[in-house]
């Protein structure tokens, strides 16, 4: 089980769920290589993720507000 502070591997699973293996791995990498990271290490990364995500449309726009939301659950003040 990936504890909820684990921001890459939240990003990813979710990403995976819902996109598929490969094709969420994919698109992983380019919104990495999009906002400049090469992974994600803070809420903050997460929130960054989340709104590159939520830019595009369809599937990936919706995992981008899931992710948001995962990230304002979670995230210490």
Avoid at 18 to 46: F, N, T
Avoid at 59 to 76: D, K, N, W
Wanted: proline share 1%; hydrophobic share 50%; net charge negative.
């Amino acid at each position: 089980m990936i504890h909820p502070t684990e921001w890459n591997a939240v990003a990813l699973a979710k990403l995976t769920n819902v996109m598929g293996d490969a094709a969420g791995r994919e698109l992983m990498r380019e919104i990495l290589l999009e906002i400049g990271m090469d992974e994600l290490r803070s809420a903050s990364d997460l929130r960054c993720f989340a709104n590159a995500l939520g830019s595009r449309k369809g599937f990936a726009a919706a995992v981008g507000g899931i992710l948001s939301l995962h990230v304002t659950m979670y995230e210490r003040h």
